[in-house]
């Protein structure tokens, strides 16, 4: 079965990084694109970064300059360097296909607070 288990995430200060990766297994992860996504308290999921199958990376407008999606075919791993972190970035962030094609996993949740 697919498994989509993220880590990396923590409790950072303001202007803080992580870096996020996730680990897939039962599908061929070198022929989706992939995302990762963000739920916040009270918000709905958002998709924040993608990357294609060609290793181009698209950002949303709220991440742009500052997330770097990249991804290791090799190793089917899906990385997120997340820099200069403000409150706004609080959220549990989650991987998965471009348009979500599989369950969610447990996400990894990221705080951002003096």
């Known amino acids: 079965q697919v498994q989509l288990v993220e880590s990396g995430g923590g409790l950072v200060q303001p202007g803080g990084s992580l870096t996020l990766s996730c680990a897939a297994s039962?599908?061929?992860?070198?022929?989706?694109?992939m995302g990762w996504y963000r739920q916040a308290p009270g918000k709905q999921r958002e998709l924040v970064a993608l990357i294609t199958t060609g290793g181009y990376a698209n950002y949303g407008d709220s991440v742009k300059g500052r997330f770097t999606i990249s991804r290791d075919n090799a190793k089917n791993t899906l990385y997120l360097q997340v820099n200069s972190l403000t409150p706004e970035d609080t959220a549990v962030y989650y991987c998965n296909t471009q348009y979500a094609l599989f369950s969610w996993g447990q996400g990894t949740q990221v705080t951002v607070s003096s």
């Open positions: 039962g599908f061929i992860f070198s022929r989706h694109h």
